[in-house]
Every structure is written in structure tokens, then in C-alpha cells.
């Protein structure tokens, strides 16, 4: 999703490096309500194809995007 990838790498530190975001804030960002299995779904498999391809990073904080 074009607006998952945008959010990812948009997001960074006070330091001007990516920063990780967790689940909770990607659903917020993206408007998808904790209920919304069927969507959560979609963004976790997103997230992991994102991380196959060397994109996004899995790390302790979240998900951040690789510069």
C-alpha cells in the first residue's frame, strides 16, 4: 500500500534518521480501527513483504524504514 510505504518513510527521529513505528501507530495513522482483522492482516502481510524485499526493518521499537 502506497500509503503504508509513505508513512514509513516519512517518519524520522529528531535526528533526521528513521524512526520505528509500532503497530498501534501504523493502524492509527493508516485509519484502521483495532477491530478490523481482515485489514490488520493486510498491513502485517504488507509489512512483511515490505522486510523481504530489504525495505522496512522489523526492530524491538517497530517497524522503520531502511535508509
Known amino acids: ?6 508513512l514509513l518513510r516519512s517518519s524520522q527521529s529528531l535526528n ?10 501504523i493502524l492509527q495513522y493508516l485509519g484502521i480501527d483495532p477491530t478490523e482483522e481482515e485489514a490488520i492482516n493486510a498491513v502485517c502481510v504488507e509489512l512483511a513483504n ?6 522496512v526493518k522489523s526492530t524491538p521499537k517497530g ?3 531502511v535508509e
Not at 1 to 6: A, F, N, P, T, Y
Not at 50 to 55: A, D, F, K, N, T
Open 16 to 25: 533526521g534518521k528513521p524512526k520505528a513505528l509500532t503497530d498501534i501507530e
Open 50 to 55: 515490505l522486510e523481504v524485499y530489504g525495505i
Open 1 to 6: 500500500d502506497k500509503e503504508l510505504i509513505v
Open 63 to 65: 517497524w522503520r524504514w
